[in-house]
């Protein structure tokens, strides 16, 4: 048994370095700025410096000027081990909710819709378990102040069937996480109840208003708003497994287009870029400045409006009007610079709930870099090393305790007092119940269901329940050595 703790003690170190390796690595530096716009070439390399640090397999970028594509580029391979080009699609995320909120102005512009009417007007079974949902307007759930909090368990559910509607059922018992009216709460069920709103409104489905409202116009033509289109035309994605990049296969949520679910490809997304900018006539000048106005404050000289955050450059002070967005597999962003009237997009297949900060460098970089500011690179979430290293360590030494066990179940002891053996039983069946709940209530402390943190963190997940089903193997063990003591005692 000591060599096999040396063993033990030997891979936990080997372990820890492997995984310590890709995660903990320093932000690479970034090239000191130049005077004047940024040439291409800059552009491309700090793009490709981007992919390296994250270990993103393929991006789509493109610079959008008033009258059209200024610069764009594709690098790498999508899962499939195809190259990435401007016509790749991508599952875009949370990107779709700007799109919703333009979509949802428009009708606002041709009175089919009121935004600051309530959601029952449109919904009148819409209900809350605290009965405030008739409070609650198409206006508050635009700027995500309609206090209703994010239910991740009612979130990347891909049932074919579902529908935005159906959702409106599945709050009934829902608390509201703030006042109506109060402070941001983020949430994608606010985009879902819009989807159902529009169905309402127009009495055709959502993906049939989007595309004859808003994708047609605008020219997204290869956008994808189906299942169907999603698993015809849209490569494997990739999440991160100990600190690296693995093909994964996104499923689609037929009821959650309007929050996460819409794709396309650059084309489609430069498009929509160019929608928000001055010289579209898609989107008016009023409609725009709708959109973008603040709605409510997220921090300082940070806001949210209709769909659309607006922050500062980072590294600088020139306001930027940005959204990102992912689902597992893929990552999306799109950056408006208005005093500049330019727009940057950005696709990669890959995201991992850790490497968040990290995916985000890109469009938030190329912005700075702009705008004629210094990019501000962020590492990995340290939280991932620790949990990887943590947890990994506990399943060895978890192992480690079962060779043990093992073996005192093939050969009980000889000697041993009933009372010892009483204790032994309450003790280790106490012990494996409570490290049990622990480890399992461990997604919850982050804010997220077991089913989410296996799409979203595989590896941690993996391990989180390796562990569980070690510690219920090896307080089996015990338990039944202290019976067999038990029964061989008089």
């Known amino acids: 048994m000591r060599r096999a703790r040396a063993v033990v003690r030997l891979l936990m170190l080997l372990l820890s370095c492997a995984v310590l390796a890709p995660v903990a690595a320093p932000a690479a530096a970034t090239p000191p700025v130049r005077s004047g716009p940024p040439s291409s070439d800059r552009l491309d390399a700090f793009v490709s410096a981007q992919m390296e640090r994250a270990d993103v397999p393929g991006t789509a970028y493109a610079v959008v000027g008033p009258h059209g594509i200024e610069h764009q580029r594709a690098f790498g391979v999508d899962g499939d081990r195809e190259p990435v080009t401007s016509s790749t699609p991508f599952l875009w995320g949370s990107v779709a909710k700007p799109v919703t909120a333009s979509l949802v102005v428009k009708l606002a512009g041709e009175a089919l819709l009121d935004l600051d009417a309530p959601v029952t007007r449109y919904l009148p079974r819409f209900t809350m378990a605290d009965g405030s949902a008739r409070a609650i307007t198409v206006r508050q759930l635009l700027s995500q102040t309609s206090g209703i909090p994010e239910r991740l368990d009612l979130t990347d559910r891909y049932d074919a069937h579902r529908r935005p509607s159906d959702v409106v059922a599945e709050l009934k018992d829902v608390h509201l996480a703030g006042p109506v009216g109060g402070a941001h709460h983020y949430s994608s069920i606010n985009y879902v109840l819009l989807a159902a709103i529009v169905e309402s409104a127009s009495g055709q489905s959502y993906t049939d208003v989007l595309r004859r409202r808003l994708l047609a116009p605008a020219g997204m033509d290869t956008a994808v708003t189906s299942a169907d289109q999603a698993s015809a035309r849209i490569p494997p994605g990739h999440r991160y497994v100990f600190g690296r990049t693995r093909p994964f296969r996104t499923g689609f949520a037929s009821?959650?287009?309007?929050?996460?679910?819409?794709?396309?490809?650059?084309?489609?997304?430069?498009?929509?870029?160019?929608?928000?900018?001055?010289?579209?006539?898609?989107?008016?000048?009023?409609?725009?400045?709708?959109?973008?106005?603040?709605?409510?404050?997220?921090?300082?000289?940070?806001?949210?409006?209709?769909?659309?955050?607006?922050?500062?450059?980072?590294?600088?002070?020139?306001?930027?009007?940005?959204?990102?967005?992912?689902?597992?597999?893929?990552?999306?962003?799109?950056?408006?610079?208005?005093s500049r009237d330019r727009a940057i997009v950005v696709l990669q297949n890959a995201y991992g709930s850790f490497q968040e900060s990290q995916l985000l460098d890109t469009s938030w970089g190329l912005a700075s870099l702009l705008s004629g500011a210094q990019p501000q690179p962020h590492g990995v979430e340290p939280l991932y090393a620790v949990l990887l290293v943590t947890l990994s360590g506990t399943c060895l030494g978890l192992a480690s305790v079962l060779l043990g066990s093992l073996r005192r179940l093939r050969r009980p002891p000889a000697r041993g007092s009933r009372r010892r053996a009483i204790r032994g039983l309450i003790l280790w069946a106490t012990s494996g119940l409570l490290l049990v709940g622990g480890l399992l209530a461990l997604p919850v402390l982050f804010g997220v269901t077991g089913r989410q943190a296996w799409l979203w963190a595989p590896d941690v997940t993996a391990l989180l329940y390796a562990a569980v089903a070690l510690i219920v193997v090896v307080t089996s063990c015990r338990v039944a050595v202290a019976l067999h003591t038990l029964r061989s005692r008089p």
């Not at 929509?272 to 106005?293: C, I």
């Not at 959204?323 to 597992?328: D, E, F, N, S």
Request: without cysteine; positive net charge; proline residues 5%.
């Open 255 to 338: 009821a959650e287009v309007a929050s996460g679910y819409l794709g396309g490809s650059l084309k489609d997304l430069v498009a929509f870029a160019r929608a928000n900018l001055s010289t579209s006539t898609v989107l008016t000048d009023d409609q725009r400045a709708r959109l973008f106005a603040p709605e409510v404050a997220t921090g300082e000289r940070r806001s949210y409006g209709l769909g659309w955050r607006t922050w500062q450059v980072m590294g600088g002070r020139e306001p930027m009007v940005w959204h990102a967005g992912a689902v597992p597999g893929f990552q999306t962003a799109i950056v408006l610079l208005p």
